[in-house]
Protein backbone atom coordinates (compact mmCIF):
# COMPACT_ATOMS: atom_id res chain seq x y z
CA UNK A 1 0.00 0.00 0.00
CA UNK A 2 1.71 3.24 -1.05
CA UNK A 3 2.16 5.91 1.67
CA UNK A 4 -0.47 8.31 0.23
CA UNK A 5 -3.16 5.43 1.25
CA UNK A 6 -2.01 4.63 4.18
CA UNK A 7 -2.66 8.30 5.10
CA UNK A 8 -6.07 7.95 3.93
CA UNK A 9 -7.03 5.23 6.42
CA UNK A 10 -5.00 6.88 9.40
CA UNK A 11 -7.09 10.19 8.44
CA UNK A 12 -10.24 7.89 8.56
CA UNK A 13 -8.64 6.08 12.11
CA UNK A 14 -8.82 9.55 13.39
CA UNK A 15 -12.82 10.09 12.21
CA UNK A 16 -13.85 6.89 13.61
CA UNK A 17 -11.49 7.95 17.27
CA UNK A 18 -13.50 11.31 17.29
CA UNK A 19 -17.24 10.00 16.75
CA UNK A 20 -16.28 7.25 19.05
CA UNK A 21 -15.13 9.77 21.63
CA UNK A 22 -18.00 12.30 21.03
CA UNK A 23 -20.69 9.11 20.72
CA UNK A 24 -19.72 7.50 23.89
CA UNK A 25 -19.53 10.91 25.90
CA UNK A 26 -23.45 11.02 24.53
CA UNK A 27 -24.28 7.90 25.67
CA UNK A 28 -22.86 8.03 29.10
CA UNK A 29 -24.72 11.11 29.53
CA UNK A 30 -27.86 9.77 28.20
CA UNK A 31 -27.38 6.42 30.33
CA UNK A 32 -27.01 7.98 33.53
CA UNK A 33 -30.23 10.74 33.18
CA UNK A 34 -32.28 7.71 31.87
CA UNK A 35 -30.76 4.86 34.35
CA UNK A 36 -31.55 7.10 37.19
CA UNK A 37 -35.26 8.24 35.54
CA UNK A 38 -35.58 4.55 35.76
CA UNK A 39 -35.33 3.94 39.38
CA UNK A 40 -37.13 7.65 40.46
CA UNK A 41 -40.28 7.96 43.06
CA UNK A 42 -42.62 9.53 40.48
CA UNK A 43 -44.49 6.72 38.09
CA UNK A 44 -44.70 9.18 35.20
CA UNK A 45 -41.16 9.77 34.96
CA UNK A 46 -40.20 5.78 35.36
CA UNK A 47 -42.83 5.47 32.67
CA UNK A 48 -40.50 7.74 30.08
CA UNK A 49 -37.37 6.50 30.99
CA UNK A 50 -39.13 2.87 30.25
CA UNK A 51 -40.53 4.59 27.02
CA UNK A 52 -37.38 5.92 25.55
CA UNK A 53 -35.21 2.72 26.43
CA UNK A 54 -37.77 0.60 24.55
CA UNK A 55 -37.76 2.60 21.47
CA UNK A 56 -34.46 3.20 21.00
CA UNK A 57 -33.42 -0.59 22.03
CA UNK A 58 -36.24 -2.15 19.92
CA UNK A 59 -34.83 0.16 16.56
CA UNK A 60 -31.95 -0.86 14.18
CA UNK A 61 -28.95 1.63 14.58
CA UNK A 62 -28.66 1.83 10.94
CA UNK A 63 -31.82 2.59 10.32
CA UNK A 64 -31.49 5.87 12.93
CA UNK A 65 -28.54 7.20 11.45
CA UNK A 66 -30.75 6.94 8.33
CA UNK A 67 -33.26 8.64 9.69
CA UNK A 68 -31.17 11.31 11.59
CA UNK A 69 -29.34 12.13 8.53
CA UNK A 70 -32.13 11.64 5.74
CA UNK A 71 -35.80 12.61 7.73
CA UNK A 72 -34.56 14.91 9.72
CA UNK A 73 -33.62 17.90 7.82
CA UNK A 74 -36.73 16.62 5.75
CA UNK A 75 -39.21 16.70 8.63
CA UNK A 76 -37.75 19.71 11.14
CA UNK A 77 -35.32 21.67 8.42
CA UNK A 78 -32.48 20.26 10.90
CA UNK A 79 -29.73 19.46 8.53
CA UNK A 80 -26.83 17.98 10.50
CA UNK A 81 -23.23 17.35 9.30
CA UNK A 82 -22.43 13.75 9.40
CA UNK A 83 -20.15 13.28 12.38
CA UNK A 84 -22.99 15.16 14.42
CA UNK A 85 -26.07 13.11 12.97
CA UNK A 86 -24.12 9.95 13.63
CA UNK A 87 -22.85 11.19 17.00
CA UNK A 88 -26.79 12.06 18.16
CA UNK A 89 -28.08 8.30 16.43
CA UNK A 90 -25.18 6.34 17.91
CA UNK A 91 -25.24 7.65 21.50
CA UNK A 92 -28.95 8.11 21.88
CA UNK A 93 -29.31 4.23 20.39
CA UNK A 94 -26.37 2.65 23.02
CA UNK A 95 -27.47 5.29 25.50
CA UNK A 96 -30.98 3.50 25.90
CA UNK A 97 -28.60 -0.24 26.55
CA UNK A 98 -26.31 1.84 28.91
CA UNK A 99 -29.40 3.02 30.94
CA UNK A 100 -30.41 -0.17 31.80
CA UNK A 101 -26.73 -1.06 33.07
CA UNK A 102 -27.17 2.21 35.35
CA UNK A 103 -30.45 0.59 36.40
CA UNK A 104 -29.73 -2.59 36.82
CA UNK A 105 -26.47 -1.35 39.70
CA UNK A 106 -28.45 1.29 41.16
CA UNK A 107 -31.01 -1.23 42.44
CA UNK A 108 -28.28 -3.62 43.26
CA UNK A 109 -27.42 -1.21 46.27
CA UNK A 110 -28.11 -2.63 48.98
CA UNK A 111 -31.16 -1.11 50.37
CA UNK A 112 -29.93 -0.38 53.50
CA UNK A 113 -27.23 2.12 52.37
CA UNK A 114 -30.48 3.93 50.89
CA UNK A 115 -32.38 3.72 54.38
CA UNK A 116 -28.89 5.23 55.87
CA UNK A 117 -29.19 8.43 53.66
CA UNK A 118 -32.68 8.82 54.52
CA UNK A 119 -32.44 8.59 57.95
CA UNK A 120 -29.67 11.25 57.58
CA UNK A 121 -31.91 13.74 56.03
CA UNK A 122 -30.37 13.43 52.36
CA UNK A 123 -32.49 14.55 49.34
CA UNK A 124 -33.09 11.97 46.73
CA UNK A 125 -30.14 13.34 44.78
CA UNK A 126 -27.67 13.60 47.46
CA UNK A 127 -28.38 10.08 48.08
CA UNK A 128 -27.61 9.44 44.66
CA UNK A 129 -24.64 11.20 44.29
CA UNK A 130 -23.17 10.56 47.95
CA UNK A 131 -24.25 6.53 48.70
CA UNK A 132 -25.22 5.19 45.43
CA UNK A 133 -23.29 6.28 42.59
CA UNK A 134 -19.96 5.99 44.34
CA UNK A 135 -21.06 1.97 44.89
CA UNK A 136 -22.53 1.28 41.75
CA UNK A 137 -20.26 2.79 39.34
CA UNK A 138 -17.54 0.35 40.12
CA UNK A 139 -20.13 -2.50 39.20
CA UNK A 140 -21.01 -0.67 36.04
CA UNK A 141 -17.41 -0.53 34.37
CA UNK A 142 -17.45 -4.09 32.76
CA UNK A 143 -21.08 -3.65 30.96
CA UNK A 144 -19.75 -0.57 29.69
CA UNK A 145 -16.37 -1.32 28.14
CA UNK A 146 -18.68 -4.08 26.43
CA UNK A 147 -21.02 -1.41 25.32
CA UNK A 148 -18.33 0.76 24.25
CA UNK A 149 -16.58 -2.23 21.84
CA UNK A 150 -19.70 -2.16 20.45
CA UNK A 151 -20.13 1.60 19.96
CA UNK A 152 -16.68 1.58 18.46
CA UNK A 153 -17.89 -1.15 15.94
CA UNK A 154 -21.31 0.60 15.31
CA UNK A 155 -19.27 3.80 14.15
CA UNK A 156 -18.51 2.01 11.15
CA UNK A 157 -22.45 2.33 10.04
CA UNK A 158 -21.47 5.93 9.43
CA UNK A 159 -20.19 5.07 6.18
CA UNK A 160 -23.52 4.84 4.25
CA UNK A 161 -23.59 8.88 4.60
CA UNK A 162 -19.93 9.14 3.07
CA UNK A 163 -18.58 9.99 6.53
CA UNK A 164 -14.78 9.39 6.12
CA UNK A 165 -13.71 6.76 8.96
CA UNK A 166 -12.45 3.96 9.17
CA UNK A 167 -15.00 1.53 7.51
CA UNK A 168 -15.46 4.17 4.26
CA UNK A 169 -11.50 4.63 3.64
CA UNK A 170 -10.42 1.02 3.52
CA UNK A 171 -13.22 0.59 1.33
CA UNK A 172 -11.76 3.63 -0.79
CA UNK A 173 -8.99 1.95 -1.14
CA UNK A 174 -9.72 -1.25 -1.69
CA UNK A 175 -11.57 -0.49 -4.81
CA UNK A 176 -8.17 1.48 -5.55
CA UNK A 177 -6.00 -1.67 -5.60
CA UNK A 178 -8.86 -3.98 -5.85
CA UNK A 179 -7.34 -6.41 -2.83
CA UNK A 180 -9.63 -7.05 -0.67
CA UNK A 181 -8.27 -9.77 1.14
CA UNK A 182 -5.61 -7.49 2.31
CA UNK A 183 -7.52 -4.19 3.23
CA UNK A 184 -10.42 -5.91 5.30
CA UNK A 185 -7.52 -8.21 7.06
CA UNK A 186 -5.72 -5.00 8.06
CA UNK A 187 -9.27 -3.09 9.02
CA UNK A 188 -10.08 -6.22 11.22
CA UNK A 189 -6.83 -5.67 12.90
CA UNK A 190 -7.40 -1.98 13.30
CA UNK A 191 -10.55 -2.45 14.63
CA UNK A 192 -9.09 -5.32 17.28
CA UNK A 193 -6.33 -3.35 18.38
CA UNK A 194 -8.25 -0.12 19.41
CA UNK A 195 -10.87 -2.73 20.89
CA UNK A 196 -8.35 -4.43 22.55
CA UNK A 197 -7.19 -0.37 24.08
CA UNK A 198 -10.68 0.35 25.21
CA UNK A 199 -11.25 -2.96 27.48
CA UNK A 200 -7.45 -2.48 28.89
CA UNK A 201 -8.42 1.01 29.65
CA UNK A 202 -11.66 0.14 31.28
CA UNK A 203 -10.38 -2.55 33.17
CA UNK A 204 -7.70 -0.41 35.13
CA UNK A 205 -10.39 2.18 35.63
CA UNK A 206 -12.66 -0.64 37.48
CA UNK A 207 -9.79 -1.68 39.51
CA UNK A 208 -8.83 1.99 40.37
CA UNK A 209 -12.37 2.86 41.10
CA UNK A 210 -13.17 -0.31 43.63
CA UNK A 211 -9.90 0.29 45.24
CA UNK A 212 -10.92 3.72 46.13
CA UNK A 213 -14.74 2.62 47.26
CA UNK A 214 -12.90 -0.35 49.36
CA UNK A 215 -10.64 2.82 51.71
Excluded: C
Excluded at 68 to 95: H, I, N, R, S
Aim: glycine share 10%.
Amino acid sequence: MTRGLWAHVLQGIGTTLQLLVYGALLAVAVSFVVGAARTHRSRLVRFVAAFYTEVFRGVSALVMIFWVFFVLPVAFGWQLVPMWAGTLALGLTYGAYGSEIVRGALKAVDPAQREGGIALGFSPFQRLRLILLPQAVPEMIPSFSNLLVELLKGTALVSITGMGDLAFSGNLVRLALQKSGEIYSYLLLIYFVIAFALTRGMRGLERRLKAEVAR
